[in-house]
């Protein structure tokens, strides 16, 4: 796809994309790519002056009055190819190592030799939207861009002006000779508003929980069946309110952990996904996760011996309580192998609450 080059001070249609973009914490499901270097989310923008700090959602690697009737290309695609995944991936953990991270999407937008209004030289720039389901990366990679006396800006804002960043460069030129990650004209920025949390990392595959009052996964079918207790189990059920449960779901959001049932709890209380975050999950068996869990295991547990063949992770990300005090990010992972199994629970940023809450496991008698 191309954004049109009939007109200036014009913009793309606007762009479904197959993967939601979370950005500070809202989701987006379209993204407008704008002839004048930027992208916005709920509208198209003509504006050809730079106001970063605009009540408005945007991302703007070079926001300045640009002409592409005159020459050059505005392209974008969105991109779930392996090898651009593997690469954006790669990208990400290079410019973030501590932060756990595998891209399911890629949004691509290129300005190409695109002429300034006033026909001083061209530029040349791209941004890439790296994310998944719960993580959300910016790269901006600077090619050719000619020095202009035109106004201009690059970097981002939110609609509350809550998370702000204006490249600090006084000349154009500056762009191609600085960087925030040590790659001379690139620029990277973490945009999901989620803690840096020392999380297992997020994947394909995940299944995301239904957003309703209450609600739970359907009956996950585990590949390996996991051990608790005695009791040998085929199935779970990742329930809202920050609990799991294995022989049906559980709306319970008064926590009861003493309820004659199997359940894990890493917090239970009252969690509102409709009005954001995410639940997620999935049943990860690659080599990398397993050898990061077994890793874990052996360093809690080292008079136990084990290897793990299976890592059943289950994450709330920023999922506000009901009473709106604040949101809360954890997981919880049930690591097992035919013999044993373990539960690891890794908490972020947990806000206060005055609500009823529980943190432990139980078993049926």
Sequence with gaps: DQSPRT???????????????????????????????????????????PILDSARDIIAPLW???????????????????????????????????????????????WDSVPYYNGGGVVTFQVVLAYNVHRSFILINYGDVAETGQPWQAGYNTVDSASSFTIPAARVLELLSSSNINVTACWSFHVDGSPNSNFLPFGNGEIVTPRLENGSSEAITLQLPFKFFGRTHNQTFV????????????????????????????????????????????????????????????????????????????????????NGEGEVTFQVVLVSNVHRSFILINYGDIAETEQMWQVSGDRSL
């Design 7 to 49: 007109l200036i001070q014009q913009s793309s249609e606007a762009i479904k994309l197959q993967q939601p973009f979370k950005y500070f914490g809202r989701i987006y499901n379209q993204i407008f790519v704008n002839n004048n270097g930027f992208l916005t989310f709920t509208e198209p923008l003509s504006a050809y002056n």
């Design 64 to 110: 300045t009055r640009l002409d592409n009737r005159r020459s050059g290309t505005i392209s974008y695609r969105e991109e779930t190819s392996n090898a651009v995944l593997a690469y954006v991936t790669a990208a990400v953990k290079q410019y973030f190592p501590n932060i756990p991270f595998a891209a399911t999407s890629a949004f691509v937008a290129t």
């Design 239 to 322: 329930n809202n309110n920050g609990h799991l449960t294995f022989t049906e779901p559980l709306s319970d959001y008064i926590p009861l952990l003493n309820s004659g049932r199997d359940i894990i709890a890493p917090l239970w209380t009252q969690l509102d996904n409709r009005r954001g975050g995410t639940i997620s999950c999935r049943e990860d068996r690659s080599s990398a996760v397993l050898a990061l869990v077994t890793a874990a295991i052996d360093r809690y547990f080292p008079n136990i011996t084990f290897v793990a063949t299976s890592a059943f992770v289950a994450t709330w990300d920023s999922v506000p309580y009901q």
